[in-house]
């Protein structure tokens, strides 16, 4: 994510459950992936569950950069 995305984002925490439900999800599971990619070898278990944390952390970040989206519309329409 872009650092105004994640500054814009921390501003908005405090006031959007919503978003701060899917941004704790992806920050753990940015965490989990980069357990995984410390490893040398991955079981393929391991490897499966690599793709579906990536799988997961996207469609989060997509659902994230709506709400961001939405969040700018809304001031911008306010302004």
Do not use: C, F
């Amino acid at each position: 994510m872009e650092k105004k995305d994640e500054e814009l984002i921390q501003t908005l925490i405090p006031h959007d459950p919503e978003l701060k439900q899917y941004y704790e999800e992806h920050v753990l599971l940015e965490t989990q992936l980069a357990e995984l990619n410390r490893k040398v070898y991955l079981t393929p278990e391991q490897d499966l569950e690599k793709k579906q944390l990536q799988k997961k952390k996207l469609s989060g970040k997509d659902h994230i950069m709506k709400l961001l989206e939405k969040h700018r519309t809304d001031s911008g329409a306010s302004a």
